[in-house]
């Protein structure tokens, strides 16, 4: 089911994830981001999804998936389709972010 390939690939991400947390700034505004974001996308997004919310063409999305730009889970392997995590993208996408000029504490 949905809720049981939601549960494995949250637990995939769990170890990447802590490292984010020693960041609280960007863990901060990765929260904000995904409260916004979830009241209009769901937690397990489709290609289609993350090309409106990232407002980038569709075979951007499906490119950067090939050579493993953004974050994602391939069901069934290697060939099965694509998902992407809502909060992975946010991560991802803070993270990317060049113009972001927040002093950052170690």
């Not at 490292?19 to 505004?29: G, H, M, T, W």
């Not at 397990?44 to 993350?50: D, P, S, Y």
């Not at 075979?59 to 998936?65: D, F």
């Amino acid at each position: 089911s949905e809720m049981n390939i939601a549960t494995n690939i949250k637990k995939e991400r769990d170890i990447t994830r802590e490292r984010d947390v020693n960041d609280p700034i960007l863990y901060k505004k990765a929260e904000l981001m995904h409260h916004t974001l979830s009241k209009k996308y769901p937690e397990i997004l489709e290609a289609g999804q993350v090309a409106e919310l990232l407002q980038l063409k569709l075979s951007t999305i499906r490119k950067w998936t090939m050579e493993n730009i953004i974050p994602c889970t391939k069901l069934n392997g290697a060939a099965g389709a694509a998902r992407y995590l809502l909060i992975d993208i946010i991560f991802w996408l803070l993270k990317n972010d060049k113009n972001d000029k927040t002093e950052r504490v170690d």
